[in-house]
């Protein structure tokens, strides 16, 4: 069993930054991919990124691309969202997924372990 715990989130102006972390417990983190989705009031659940277990390889979807960087810390179980040049359009709240499954393909398939979700909003 793994439990996600998010933080970092809460209210920027458009064109700021927030870290969103994620610490995991059990001791099965390091061999998992971790990837952060966001769903934004009357929308579905959307992919945002993923991180292989290694760190190696590193998966975005096209709106975050180039201002947003995930990352992982494998002796301290956290996942990390490092989002730049924010816009109102990333405002939603933000979950933490890990699992077994290839980061490669969390973008269309969710791993099975979910967090309870941190907000994060831009004002404009």
């Known amino acids: 069993q793994v439990q996600l715990v998010e933080s970092g989130g809460g209210l920027v102006q458009a064109g700021g930054s927030l870290r969103l972390s994620c610490a995991a417990s059990?001791?099965?983190?390091?061999?998992?991919?971790m990837g952060w989705f966001r769903q934004a009031p009357g929308k579905e659940r959307e992919f945002v990124a993923a991180i292989s277990w290694s760190g190696g390889s590193t998966y975005y979807a096209d709106s975050v691309k180039g201002r947003f960087t995930v990352s992982r810390d494998n002796a301290k179980n956290t996942v990390y969202l490092q989002m730049n040049s924010l816009k109102p359009e990333d405002t939603a709240v933000y979950y933490c997924?890990?699992?077994?499954?290839?980061?490669?393909?969390?973008?269309?398939?969710?791993?099975?372990?979910w967090g309870q979700g941190t907000q994060v909003t831009v004002s404009s």
């Open positions: 997924n890990a699992g077994a499954m290839f980061a490669s393909t969390m973008r269309v398939r969710p791993n099975e372990y």
């Open positions: 059990g001791r099965t983190f390091p061999t998992y991919a």
